[in-house]
């Protein structure tokens, strides 16, 4: 059995441990709601974007954007939107379990977070170019990223680029998801605009200026910027929602285990008891 000195070592050293966990879930907890609120909000923009589709429905079928144009050429390139710190459970082990499943072995990858980078290192992937965002990150953090997904495949470099994020459900669940970001097809859009139910008695009248298939090919850069921006938020509501949860895990383990440990040197305190007592009596005993 440990002696009382290390047993009031360990749970003097669990207690700090708890401490330091239970502020990180606060801190994660604030973030958290922040995180989601954006990531909530900026689905309303995609809403937005549906109801303008529905309207442009007739042209994007014939819509020629560069941004729409598939080729055979060139490589497919993957985005993986992960964490650039620890602390929160599977949800980047997870994300990469999904990555090595769906995408090819092949393709070249970029990471918005680093925290995933030694792995892709040692499953033999091609990383070609790391990003951070901190977690509040504005419009200048993200362009030199969107741009360089966009110049990257307008010059042919890649053919296609797809997305691996952690879309945000709730503060539980988190859902790793792969998606083709570019090109941008007409049976997407025609989706995106099918999710607007809003009603609308004027859409025979609806006045487009200077012409349909000039406002599509305007809207869709937008569209493919504010896409990447909603899945790096969706990735930003997870890690924090993610590292809250672990966060508290770890808080409630440590009560557990220091409950534990305080059990275990209460009896370990009424042993030494015991056997002083024992002593002191074989000692009167022997002195009659």
């Known amino acids: 059995m440990a002696s009382l000195r290390d047993i009031k070592r360990r749970i003097k050293s669990v207690r700090n441990t708890s401490q330091i966990t239970k502020a990180m879930q606060m801190v994660a907890s604030a973030k958290m709601r922040r995180a989601q609120e954006l990531a909530l909000n900026g689905r309303a923009y995609i809403s937005a974007l549906a109801n303008v589709f529905k309207h442009l429905q007739d042209t994007i079928a014939e819509c020629s954007s560069p941004l729409m144009q598939r080729r055979e050429a060139g490589k497919p390139l993957v985005v993986v939107i992960n964490t650039d710190r620890g602390l929160c459970g599977g949800l980047n082990s997870n994300l990469f379990k999904e990555v090595l499943t769906a995408c090819p072995a092949d393709a070249d990858y970029i990471t918005i977070g680093a925290k995933l980078n030694p792995q892709f290192a040692r499953t033999g992937r091609n990383l070609v170019a790391s990003f951070s965002l901190g977690d509040s990150f504005d419009e200048a953090e993200l362009k030199p990223i969107l741009d360089f997904i966009r110049n990257s495949f307008l010059d042919g470099t890649y053919k296609t680029v797809t ?27 025609l989706a995106v605009a099918a999710q607007d139910d809003t009603e609308d008695d004027n859409n025979a009248n609806f006045l487009l200026e200077p012409s349909a298939g000039s406002l599509l090919a305007a809207i869709l850069p937008l569209y493919f910027a504010n896409l990447l921006t909603q899945q790096v938020l969706e990735g930003k509501a997870s890690e924090q929602s993610a590292r809250m949860v672990a966060m508290k895990s770890a808080t409630e383990n440590a009560k557990t285990l220091i409950g534990e440990l305080t059990l275990e040197y209460n009896k370990a305190r009424q042993t030494q008891i015991t056997n002083e007592l024992l002593e002191i009596t074989t000692a009167m005993k022997a002195m009659e």
């Open 163 to 189: 997305v691996a994020y952690q879309k945000f459900i709730n503060v539980m669940v988190q859902k790793p998801q792969i998606v083709e970001l570019l090109p941008i097809t007409p049976e997407e859009l």
